[in-house]
């Protein structure tokens, strides 16, 4: 099992419209490309930051279920008509992890 990390930092002054489409968009798209999707997180006070982790079953899975929803015609549609006043994402960070030890993992 492999445990994605997403960090989003919002372009300047589009923070809540980054959250939006994230929430009315692309959550509802995930499981339609294989992406198990465990929480999404904000700071307790606003800093632009949107934080989710998803889950994979292994390596392929991942790359197969970011490429399809990268491809899916229907999200390039929702992300261009979203930016068309520029992009919402100043920045994003990844960090995929695994289990140290089956045994450890809580849940």
């Keep these: 099992m492999l445990y994605e990390i997403r960090v989003y930092q919002a372009a300047e002054g589009r923070a809540e419209a980054m959250r939006q489409r994230f929430l009315t968009e692309v959550v509802p798209r995930l499981p339609k490309h294989g992406i198990e999707l465990l929480g999404v997180f904000t700071a307790p006070e606003e800093d632009g930051r949107m934080t989710y982790i998803t889950r994979f079953a292994d390596e392929a899975a991942r790359t197969k279920g970011w490429a ?20 919402l994402l100043a920045s994003q960070t990844v960090s995929v992890l695994a289990p140290a030890a089956a045994g450890l993992l809580l849940g």
């Design 68 to 87: 399809s929803f990268g491809a899916d015609p229907d999200w390039k549609a929702v992300k261009a008509a979203s930016e068309v006043d520029g992009p």
